[in-house]
């Protein structure tokens, strides 16, 4: 009975080696200033930072149009800062993600609310990183500047290396005033990241578990042929 239990628990630690996530947990991996809070001082109620800056908002780029820093406008998720992902037209930002471990599952968690001074009633926000992408929908309607609604989203992604690039775009590109028609986006906060067990991980160790329940069975049942037979 022992040998087989012994022999149960090798197989469990192997099939976790094998497929690159260990017993304990994976690596810790985080997101650099995912609540904004750290960048260019003195944004008021707002600064409008275009593309291509990767100073402005520590850790991450504006990559493509241009993103409203907000400071005082709005109420935001987490913190004091946050943005609005249109500025004068539909903005991307993104990080390189490092730490990763190839062929792990991550999620990653924001909230997410819309700015609230004109249309689209629905703001459409894409996040991608390694293949994966998912679209994601708040509605502004019964909500306002002190009353952001911001809720929580998560989008999960398999990592294809040591790094990844996280990025988030606004989808709003018409809707609001005539002078300014895609200035009034879906507004982003509290971005973080962890790992996540895959499922197949989880299947191949409880099938290594079951395999130490049946050594155990045949332990037991070797010992009590055995005290019958004496």
Same mark, same amino acid.
């Given at each position: 009975?022992?040998?087989?239990?012994?022999?149960?628990?090798?197989?469990?630690?192997?099939?976790?080696?094998?497929?690159?996530?260990?017993?304990?947990?994976?690596?810790?991996?985080?997101?650099?200033?995912?609540?904004?809070?750290?960048?260019?001082?003195?944004?008021?109620?707002?600064?409008?930072?275009?593309?291509?800056?990767?100073?402005?908002?520590?850790?991450?780029?504006?990559?493509?149009?241009?993103?409203?820093?907000?400071?005082?406008?709005?109420?935001?998720?987490?913190?004091?800062?946050?943005?609005?992902?249109?500025?004068?037209?539909?903005?991307?930002?993104?990080?390189?993600?490092?730490?990763?471990?190839?062929?792990?599952?991550?999620?990653?968690?924001?909230?997410?609310?819309?700015?609230?001074?004109? @249309?689209?009633?629905?703001?459409?926000?894409?996040? %991608? !990183?390694?293949?994966? &992408?998912?679209?994601?929908? +708040? *509605?502004? #309607?019964?909500?306002?500047?002190?009353?952001? @609604?911001?809720?929580?989203?998560?989008?999960?992604? %398999? !990592?294809?290396?040591? &790094?990844?690039?996280?990025? +988030? *775009?606004? #989808?709003?590109?018409?809707?609001?005033?005539?002078?300014?028609?895609?200035?009034?986006?879906?507004?982003?906060?509290?971005?973080?990241?962890?790992?996540?067990?895959?499922?197949?991980?989880?299947?191949?160790?409880?099938?290594?578990?079951?395999?130490?329940?049946?050594?155990?069975?045949?332990?037991?049942?070797?010992?009590?042929?055995?005290?019958?037979?004496?």
């Amino acid at each position: 009975m022992k040998k087989g239990f012994v022999a149960g628990v090798a197989f469990a630690a192997a099939l976790a080696a094998g497929i690159g996530v260990p017993l304990h947990g994976a690596h810790a991996v985080t997101i650099i200033n995912g609540s904004f809070e750290n960048g260019v001082a003195n944004i008021g109620d707002f600064k409008t930072i275009n593309a291509t800056d990767s100073t402005s908002i520590t850790g991450w780029t504006v990559s493509g149009g241009s993103v409203d820093y907000i400071g005082t406008y709005w109420t935001a998720a987490d913190g004091s800062r946050s943005l609005d992902m249109n500025g004068l037209s539909a903005g991307t930002i993104t990080q390189l993600v490092t730490g990763l471990t190839n062929g792990q599952q991550y999620k990653v968690t924001f909230d997410l609310a819309g700015n609230t001074d004109a @249309g689209p009633t629905i703001k459409t926000l894409d996040v %991608t !990183a390694s293949a994966g &992408s998912n679209a994601y929908a +708040f *509605s502004i #309607a019964g909500h306002d500047r002190n009353n952001m @609604g911001w809720v929580t989203e998560s989008f999960v992604f %398999t !990592a294809d290396g040591a &790094s990844d690039l996280l990025s +988030f *775009s606004s #989808a709003v590109f018409s809707g609001g005033t005539g002078d300014n028609p895609a200035a009034f986006g879906p507004a982003l906060d509290n971005v973080s990241i962890s790992a996540t067990p895959l499922p197949s991980t989880w299947l191949m160790l409880l099938s290594a578990f079951a395999g130490l329940g049946f050594f155990a069975y045949r332990g037991a049942q070797k010992g009590s042929t055995t005290f019958a037979a004496a």
